[in-house]
Structures are given as C-alpha cells and as structure tokens.
C-alpha cells in the first residue's frame, strides 16, 4: 500500500505537467492536507492568483472540506470567482489514498478575464439594443489569502461590516461573528483561534467562550 507522502509526490509532477501545457493564465496548486493552515506545498504559475508557496486553504477549499463536498465524487469543477480584478474558472480535483481518505487537492484556476472581455466585445457589436447596456450578472468574489491572519481580516471586515469596535457589538452579534467565523471553517486552521482573538483584540479564552454557547 502507498504511502500518503508517496502519493502526493507523483500528484506534484502532475500539477507542474499540467501547468507547462495549459499556459501562463492557470494557476495549478497542490494542496497537502496534514497542515491546513500552509496546505499550498506546490504553486505553479502563482501571478494568477498572487499566492504563494504555503499558502493556507481558500475559504472555498475550508468549505469542501467542512461540508465533506469531495464524498462520492473525485472532483468539482467550473466554479466562479473574482480576485485581485480577475474573473477566475476554478477547478478542484480530490487527491484520495488507498483507503478512499482525502489528503490533497490540486486547484486549477484559469484566468479568462481576457477572453470575457473579447465575447463582451463582439456581443456589443452584435447587440441589437434589447438588452444593451444591461449590467452583466455579478460574481461571488473568491480571495487567495497567503497567510491565515490575512484570511482571517478579511473574513472579519465581510462579516463586521465596518462595525471596527469589537466592543460596541451586542453581545447576539458577537455570537454570529464567531458562528460565522466557525462555519466559514476558520477555527479548524491552525492557530486559527489565536489570530481571531489578536484581529479582535480580546483573550483567547474568550473566543472559546464563545465557542462554546455555539
């Protein structure tokens, strides 16, 4: 029986094979699953996204993870999203060992902010004028953190709203933030806990409080 190290060491010549044939505008990246919080063990053709090597788990892959999305199937594909201006077409693969347990992921993330803009083009000069001028529908944004305290910040400017204060919170919504922040698969990266008590500026026994009324 393979190792799990094994074989995720065949998937990294994988993921460099898959990003010498498809061009500069797709990111592929390797996930290893034993750290969460640095699971980007390999990144080729980063630019696209603007991670780096050791970047921790987007909050979509937290989410596959939490949901067990990758049950019963061996990859998503063709979801949308939005970072750093680019319009982006995401792929997972699920990386299983002999026993069916998940331990990596190999994202394929293909920059086609040039080829929207081409059709919008064409369909412009095409457009009849029924429909001209009408916004094009918006996408979910997807962010690429490259540490766990930047997508930590981030999770909490979505979910505080502008609210800076931890203090000025009642204390219902203080139970949401953290619900949220759970959900969102933020305490189950490493030190996860940690950072939110530092990004709030309150003890960690206090976010475990928390955690424990939810």
Same mark, same amino acid.
């Given at each position: ?41 390999? &990144?080729? =053709? ?6 780096? *090597?050791?970047?921790?788990? %987007?909050? $979509?892959?937290? /989410? ?11 990859? &998503?594909? =063709? ?6 201006? *680019?319009?982006?077409?995401? %792929?997972? $693969?699920?990386? /299983? ?118």
């Amino acid at each position: 029986m393979k190792e799990d190290l094994e074989i995720l060491d065949e998937y990294k010549k994988i993921a460099k094979f898959m990003s010498c044939c498809y061009g500069e505008n797709v990111e592929v990246i390797l996930h290893d699953l034993r750290d969460i919080s640095s699971s980007g063990v390999e &990144i080729f =053709n980063a630019h696209v996204s603007g991670r780096e *090597k050791g970047a921790p788990m %987007s909050e $979509f892959g937290l /989410k596959i993870l939490k949901e067990k999305l990758y049950k019963n199937r061996d990859f &998503i594909t =063709n979801s949308k999203g939005i970072t750093g201006g *680019k319009i982006l077409r995401s %792929s997972t $693969f699920f990386i /299983k060992n002999e026993v069916e347990n998940i331990i990596g992921m190999i994202c394929v993330n293909v920059d086609v902010s040039r080829y929207l803009n081409i059709a919008c083009q064409m369909e412009a000069m095409a457009n009849f004028g029924l429909n001209f001028g009408e916004e094009p529908p918006k996408v979910a944004e997807v962010d690429f953190p490259n540490s766990v305290k930047e997508m930590i910040n981030k999770a909490l400017i979505d979910i505080l709203k502008g609210k800076i204060y931890w203090k000025e919170i009642e204390m219902e919504e203080k139970l949401n933030v953290i619900k949220e922040l759970h959900q969102k698969g933020i305490f189950d990266l490493r030190g996860g806990v940690l950072e939110v008590s530092e990004a709030l500026k309150v003890s960690e026994s206090t976010i475990y409080r928390y955690l424990s009324k939810i």
